[in-house]
């Protein structure tokens, strides 16, 4: 069961308080580097 306040005293329960914001993913270097990856092989076709 899950409360914001105690019923009886109306006080707030920390330990019973969600997290209000998830904490921000870091991008995988994968997931990172394909534009690199995209203009270097653009780049490289445009040289040749």
């Known amino acids: 069961m899950y409360a914001d306040q105690c019923p009886h005293c109306h006080r707030e329960?920390?330990?019973?308080?969600r997290p209000t914001e998830m904490p921000a993913a870091p991008i995988p270097p994968s997931e990172a580097a394909w534009p690199f990856r995209a203009l270097r092989g653009l780049a490289r076709l445009i040289e040749s």
Not at 13 to 17: D, E
């Open 13 to 17: 329960l920390v330990h019973n308080r």
